[in-house]
């Protein structure tokens, strides 16, 4: 085909009618979902926060008369967990904004409202292997469960054995059939 005929056939296309779809919405919000996972994984957690003198976090529980065994170790887990609960809820709103959209297509709604079902699961996933970990003797979990993989990061002083990486893998497969060769066990020095 010549440069010609490409450029001819370019201009035929309807435009209009392609950006104006639902399917162009709905891909174009999947994007924007993926962006902003993308965005919040590759940015640096940020750690300037407004303390009042001392080493306490306004608006965080604090304990009195005791200092924390592991605090750098606590704070990556807190950061962890809010850094994936900010995300999730970005990609909640969006995915509710089109469940709620009364021009949307019923294949869109439905997709959302299917996408909405399966954060709530992997959510609730989440949060039981989390305690089930911790029940294994860690002090601190942080579970994330994504498109069929999951990874997990403990709090450990030293290297994870193997009964400990199987002990995890196993609580993962049970709550979610994610395969072993589908997780991530790691460690928190």
Same mark, same amino acid.
């Given at each position: 085909m010549k440069f010609k005929n490409v450029v001819k056939k370019l201009k035929?296309?309807?435009?209009?009618?392609?950006?104006?779809?639902?399917a162009f919405?709905?891909?174009?919000?999947?994007?924007?979902? $993926?962006? $902003?996972?993308?965005?919040?994984?590759?940015?640096?957690?940020?750690?300037?926060?407004?303390?009042?003198?001392g080493n306490q976090i306004l608006g965080n529980s604090v304990l009195v008369g005791g200092e924390a065994e592991n605090e750098e170790a606590t704070d990556y887990f807190t950061q962890a967990v809010i850094d994936r609960e900010n995300t999730r809820n970005e990609a909640?709103?969006?995915?509710?904004?089109i469940a709620d959209n009364p021009d $949307?297509?019923?294949d869109a709604k439905e997709e959302a409202m299917a996408g909405i079902a399966a954060m709530a699961k992997e959510m609730s996933a989440e949060a039981t292997i989390e305690q089930l970990v911790k029940a294994?003797?860690?002090?601190?979990?942080?579970?994330?469960?994504?498109?069929?993989?999951?990874?997990v990061v403990v709090d450990s002083k030293e290297n994870l054995t193997a009964a400990q990486v199987a002990q995890?893998?196993?609580?993962?497969?049970?709550?979610?059939?994610?395969?072993?060769?589908?997780?991530?066990v790691m460690a928190s020095m």
């Open positions: 035929e296309v309807d435009y209009g009618a392609f950006f104006g779809s639902k919405l709905i891909g174009g919000c999947l994007v924007i979902i $993926a962006a $902003a996972i993308v965005v919040n994984a590759l940015l640096p957690a940020n750690t300037d926060k407004k303390t009042d003198g909640m709103d969006v995915l509710q904004a $949307a297509l019923a294994k003797g860690f002090s601190q979990c942080v579970c994330i469960v994504s498109d069929n993989k999951a990874s995890i893998l196993e609580i993962v497969y049970l709550e979610t059939g994610i395969l072993p060769s589908d997780t991530k």
